[in-house]
């Protein structure tokens, strides 16, 4: 320790060190001379190799050749520029790639001790969900030990809020949710376990913050406050903190206690029924030693006696799965593929940027071999010339980062600006040590990708080689025409979903979910309830059909969906239980067969691709289908409404049963624009059962939303496609000049043996020809290859569609082509004269 | 190509800190003062070049075998003075014992063999 101390003393005074030293050699020179002696070499000399014991001439070096590195970039600012702009996209890119994933997956959200907090989920074999019966967890929650705490939350249908129009939205905690979470308060107090626990406390409400500013003007009176929910009065206890941070990416406007459900909800059984119950999503805090394994342990024991109690509520072979709770999103492995896929793609950037970057290094080396052969002649080593060189790469590398690191948080900052909600307000895309590693890393991997070879090559002076740049230009078109491609199909899927026909009709249609399962409403109730509706809704003007469908589509629920195995490919089956005027309603044709009758048993309509699959060449109609071995009575059109994105989905749909009605959404179509049908069907709904407060959307509006996603992805390929090109485009022009200027000579001496402009052209960009055309055969077979993994958002276009290809590779050529050529007609304005004189 | 001094008379390696080391125990000196000690001791068979001199210097220094203090030298200079420390003087220790060992070693293999 004392000899690294010495030697970091030695560092900070450096200069006086060497002062002495030198005036020490100095007093030996004198004593040695008095005495007749003069052997005391070359005094700078010793002096460099005294210092060397102190082990820090290695930082002289490097600052030595930071400082004519700094000098060299600043001397050819347009190279320095180009070079520096074209590896600032590149890193800059994969930077934003890394930080969204280290906000997604990596990051722990700001919530009390984040690290002990897990999720855990209901597993079996077959199924996998993140719901749990509210019993189910109360249970748990009594008999663990290994988790120090539980806490959960439930969802809930949006509440009228005293008469505003606009709803607000509602989740169900539990009274340890805002203690577990470490929530901070803005105005009175959050749920506490000592005090509201109990279902028979008076009904109390904590507000979100922007709840609170919105629509109370943050008004500190409002503590103590009642204010109606659904018409049921409650009491504000408390407004939450504005940087309100939660393990499950919900943001509601306000909480409600979850043992106050059946207050809010008049007729709910949700948490006191086992089997029927509501569900609930659950965290767990493990105690302090315990890892997760032992309390997953612990907990599938306790699963198997609440078996023993309640036999219906668990599955065969259930567990209870725990993942670190604490961030954003917890990676599954399905979300793998399309993680990788991003990466993959963003690495393509990357790589064309440095290959760039390679090239431009490479044609520098021609201005400079002049320079480096005077500095090898006059004694440089080649080692140290390399490492100069190097230095040199690194210089711009450490400067592009910098600059991509700024760009990348920018960009961030803009897209959270357009995409991003306001709720997440403790988000920061400020970059933290992993991205800073992350980003130092990408700038010496790309210094050694870029750098490398060219300082090599120009320290044995040896870079005349066409097959380096060729390789580069291959390298540099096929991640272009990879990127080009899978964005030209996202386009066209994009233009495909919007303005082809979907094989469904949604204009027109109103969704209406009145929520009669979760105010208890037994079957025939139900019935009655829903044939009143159908009876008023048809008399209003323009309606011209009603329907139900036990699906919710378009809009909020969840969608389920079969997969089996037919002829070796798993399929997915998207089922649904209608009644007769739903295809009607939702304009989905039936193309052979009977419409199914009410209530009708033992009958199935499949979608003709499901027909298609299942029996191929055969005709499906009287068939056995499922499980329970249903006749196929009918053949309806294709309708992915449950599965926008997914080309390969097929449909079934049953006959709504009598035990489905309380649960189902009640579809309308109006001749006209449905806008207006909005508020007169909420009247209607809830002038027949007060109590209910139904969810009622467009399925246009649905239609937008769910197609969003896949707008949002297409833009961004299309802008990272875009990037690619440019940058393809900058290597090319950067390699044709290069090109153009080593031949000089050739091509002076073309010109005075009279050579015609097309026969300079085509002699300089002969070379180039080879290397494109397999660039581009290469980026065709990947994206092929690859874009397979992509068919499940390719909405209803093929991975290999022609147009998406031919649009991508078509761009590439064309712009390739005009980079190849600007710089290429400089050769015919060579004067054949002074390029021969020039030697 | 770097010029290199040749010692006058060949050195075995290590045997310069040790010497160093040996010559400070009775006292400080300056760096000329050590090679001339070195030279006069060894009945001016051992000549230290300056060359090999301050290096082994710096690295006793940083070793901490060494401090360096100001002092006046006897033509009434300003100059840096050597003194050993007691890790310096440890390090004397175990060299002067390790180079016996090895010394030793080498004599009973040039009688017997």
Same mark, same amino acid.
């Given at each position: ?696 959307? @467009?399925?246009?509006? %649905? ?6 996603? &896949?707008?949002?992805? #297409? !833009?961004? +390929?299309?802008? =990272? ?78 991975? @290999?569609?022609?147009? %998406? ?6 761009? &590439?050529?064309?712009? #390739? !082509?005009? +980079?190849?050529? =600007? ?17 | ?113």
């Amino acid at each position: 320790m004392g000899e690294f101390f010495r030697r970091l003393r030695y560092l900070l005074q450096r200069n006086r060190f060497d002062r002495e030293l030198e005036n020490e050699m100095e007093f030996h020179r004198e004593m040695a001379a008095r005495e007749g002696r003069k052997n005391f070499g070359n005094d700078l000399r010793l002096r460099e190799q005294s210092r060397e014991a102190w082990g820090w001439v290695w930082i002289d070096r490097l600052l030595q050749d930071l400082r004519y590195a700094a000098r060299i970039l600043w001397r050819s600012p347009g190279f320095t520029l180009t070079a520096i702009f074209v590896l600032a996209l590149g890193i800059g890119v994969s930077v934003t790639a890394f930080s969204l994933l280290n906000i997604l997956v990596l990051k722990m959200l700001p919530v009390r001790d984040p690290a002990s907090i897990v999720r855990l989920q209901r597993r079996s074999p077959e199924i996998t969900t993140a719901d749990t019966p509210y019993l189910s967890f109360l249970f748990y929650k009594n008999h663990t030990k290994t988790l120090s705490a539980m806490f959960a939350v439930m969802g809930s249908p949006s509440m009228e809020l005293n008469d505003d129009l606009q709803p607000v939205s509602v989740n169900y905690v539990t009274s340890n949710y805002f203690t577990e979470l470490g929530t901070q308060v803005a105005a009175g107090r959050l749920f506490l376990s000592s005090q509201d626990e109990s279902a028979n406390a008076p009904p109390i409400v904590v507000l979100s913050h922007g709840l609170w500013e919105r629509r109370f003007n943050s008004d500190p009176g409002i503590v103590g406050k009642v204010i109606r929910l659904n018409g049921k009065p409650a009491t504000v206890i408390g407004v939450a903190a504005k940087n309100y941070a939660s393990n499950s990416g919900q943001y509601p406007d306000l909480w409600l206690p979850i043992t106050q459900e059946s207050y809010f909800v008049e007729g709910s059984n949700a948490i006191t029924d086992a089997v029927g119950g509501a569900a609930v999503r659950m965290w767990g805090r493990l105690a302090p030693g315990i890892t997760a394994k032992v309390a997953e342990q612990e907990l599938l024991t306790l699963t198997n006696e609440l078996r023993k109690q309640y036999p219906k509520l668990i599955w065969d072979k259930e567990y209870i799965r725990s993942d670190p709770g604490s961030h954003l999103l917890v990676l599954e492995p399905q979300m793998i593929p399309v993680f990788s896929m991003i990466g993959a793609l963003v690495l393509l950037i990357f790589i064309v940027a440095c290959a760039n970057l390679g090239g431009l290094m490479m044609a520098r080396g021609v201005a400079r071999e002049h320079e480096i052969s005077i500095r090898l002649a006059i004694g440089a080593g080649r080692m140290r010339i390399f490492r100069q060189l190097f230095t040199e790469s690194l210089l711009l590398a450490m400067l592009a980062s910098v600059i991509g690191l700024t760009l990348s948080y920018t960009g961030l900052r803009i897209m959270n600006a357009i995409y991003g909600d306001d709720k997440s307000t403790w988000m920061t895309f400020a970059p933290d040590w992993r991205v800073m590693l992350f980003t130092v890393g990408m700038a010496l991997f790309a210094a050694l990708l870029f750098g490398l070879a060219p300082a090599l090559q120009m320290a044995r002076q040896r870079q005349r080689k066409t097959i380096a740049r060729q390789i580069l230009v291959s390298i540099q078109i096929t991640a272009s025409c990879i990127l080009l491609i899978v964005s030209g199909l996202l386009v066209h899927a994009v233009h495909h979903t919007l303005y082809s026909d979907p094989g469904f009709g949604y204009e027109q249609v109103v969704s209406i979910t009145p929520g009669l399962d979760s105010h208890g409403y037994k079957p025939e109730a139900a019935r009655a309830y829903i044939e009143q509706l159908r009876t008023r809704l048809l008399g209003l003007p323009g309606v011209t059909s009603v329907a139900l469908s036990k699906e919710s589509l378009l809009g909020n629920g969840f969608t389920s969906y079969i997969t089996t195995d037919i002829g070796g490919h798993p399929v997915n089956i998207y089922p649904n239980s209608v009644d007769p005027p739903f295809f009607k309603t939702m304009g989905i044709p039936l193309l052979r067969g009977r419409n199914l009758l009410p209530g009708e048993k033992q009958a199935v309509i499949v979608s003709e691709s499901l027909a298609r699959r299942q029996w191929p060449g055969q005709e499906a109609l009287g068939k056995k289908f499922g499980d329970n071995k249903d006749v196929v009575v009918g053949i309806a059109g294709n309708a992915r409404i449950k599965a926008l994105n997914d080309g390969e989905a097929v449909e079934a749909y049953w006959a709504a049963q009598p035990e489905d009605l309380a649960a189902m959404s009640v579809l309308v179509k109006t001749a006209g624009a449905p806008e207006g049908l909005v508020p007169e069907t909420k009247s209607i709904v809830k002038s027949l059962d007060p109590k209910l407060f139904p969810y009622i959307w @467009l399925l246009k509006t %649905g239609f937008r939303d769910s197609t969003q996603l &896949l707008e949002n992805t #297409a !833009l961004a +390929a299309t802008i =990272l496609g875009l990037l690619a090109t440019l940058l393809a485009a900058v290597g090319i022009l950067g390699l044709v000049t290069y090109a153009v200027s080593q031949r000089n000579k050739e091509i002076a001496i073309r010109i005075a043996l009279g050579a015609k402009p097309q026969h300079v052209l085509f002699a300089i960009l002969r070379q180039f020809v080879l290397p494109v055309v397999t660039g581009a055969i290469a980026g065709t077979a990947a994206t092929a290859f690859v874009s397979r993994f992509l068919h499940k958002i390719l909405y209803g276009i093929s991975n @290999l569609d022609p147009a %998406g290809y031919a649009g991508g590779i078509g761009v &590439l050529m064309v712009i #390739a !082509l005009i +980079a190849a050529l =600007l710089p290429a007609r400089r050769a015919l304005r060579v004067d054949p004269v002074r390029a021969l004189h020039e030697e | 190509m770097p010029i290199t001094h040749m010692p006058k008379t060949d050195m075995p390696p290590g045997a310069l800190t040790l010497l160093i080391l040996r010559v400070l125990q009775s006292g400080s000196l300056h760096g000329y003062a050590i090679a001339q000690r070195i030279h006069v001791l060894s009945s001016e068979v051992l000549a230290v070049e300056e060359g090999s001199l301050y290096p082994a210097l710096q690295k006793m220094l940083l070793k901490g075998w060494v401090t360096a203090e100001w002092g006046i030298s006897g033509t009434n200079r300003k100059v840096r003075f050597y003194r050993l420390t007691a890790a310096g003087r440890k390090q004397l220790q175990s060299e002067v014992a390790n180079y016996d060992r090895v010394t030793e070693a080498i004599q009973t293999i040039l009688r017997t063999a």
